[in-house]
């Protein structure tokens, strides 16, 4: 299959000078290298590979300061993109606001340990309520286990959450995981998406195979709730110690497009994961 007409990439992270976009995070887990990550490159990818849109989701290491997320989004073409904020209680209701008007239509809540922002839950449902009234969705990053922790919570919850990267599942452990099992649960509500991302860095080696039954079961049990990213420029690689080895896609970017057309069983499922999702979900 090929990349359908109005294709979205439902993830990357935009990068520059740091003069001007200092790293806000007081222990950032990596430190991007100059002239990695620009959006000037992203354009040219998706030039090449004929995208449409695509979402920044404002990377961890700028933590709440949405600056760099704002002034790009209001420096593309109207409509070209949408942002993702790290939002908590010292973002104002104006930064909210502006956020919005810049493009920005969701929020990100790391309970990964290892990012350092972790909220708590009481935190948490401020956020939500708070997101909640500029008609935005929540995306979750989270690994199983952190997910049994958090799993009462987010049934709290009233919005469109979307769980990031596949659920970070060890894809070694087969579909009939425990995580896994989570995961299909939540997505019997509709409130619940799941983006399918990173399958190349969760699987063992590549042709990486052993995502595609992830990626083909999550879309039979909730194919108008699929999104894709490519996650790009894929800031794993620059963490540093690595929780696991990281190897790029050899076949570069557009063979983890190409892996995620693998979870399709059909054009039709294709254009819905890569275009009418998301442009439901991101507002295009």
């Not at 935009?14 to 990550?37: C, S």
Request: with cysteine; net charge neutral.
């Amino acid at each position: 299959m090929k990349l359908p007409k109005g294709a979205c990439d439902g993830q990357i992270h935009i990068f520059a000078d740091p003069a001007k976009y200092p790293p806000r995070h007081p222990k950032p887990l990596y430190v991007p290298p100059p002239g990695e990550g620009t959006i000037e490159k992203a354009l040219a990818i998706y030039d090449e590979l004929g995208f449409e849109h695509f979402v920044i989701v404002n990377a961890t290491i700028y933590a709440t300061d949405a600056s760099i997320l704002c002034d790009t989004l209001r420096a593309l073409p109207k409509g070209k993109a949408r942002g993702v904020a790290i939002v908590d209680s010292s973002v104002s209701d104006k930064q909210l606001a502006d956020m919005h008007d810049a493009g920005v239509r969701g929020a990100r809540f790391n309970f990964q340990t290892r990012f350092g922002l972790v909220p708590d839950f009481a935190d948490f449902h401020r956020q939500i309520a708070r997101i909640s009234e500029m008609g935005w969705f929540a995306k979750v990053f989270c690994g199983p286990d952190e997910l049994a922790d958090v799993a009462d919570e987010l049934r709290k919850t009233k919005i469109k959450i979307l769980f990031d990267h596949m659920g970070q599942l060890p894809f070694e452990q087969g579909v009939g995981q425990p995580g896994m099992t989570r995961l299909l649960e939540f997505l019997k509500d509709e409130r619940f998406w799941i983006m399918l991302s990173n399958g190349d860095h969760l699987a063992h080696e590549y042709p990486w195979d052993d995502a595609v039954p992830f990626g083909r079961a999550f879309y039979e049990a909730a194919p108008d709730r699929c999104v894709w990213g490519s996650d790009w420029p894929h800031v794993a690689r620059w963490i540093n110690p690595r929780p696991k080895p990281y190897v790029l896609h050899p076949t570069g970017f557009k063979g983890k497009v190409d892996l995620g057309l693998r979870y399709m069983p059909d054009e039709a499922a294709a254009k819905k994961v890569f275009v009418d999702n998301p442009a439901r979900l991101f507002g295009f």
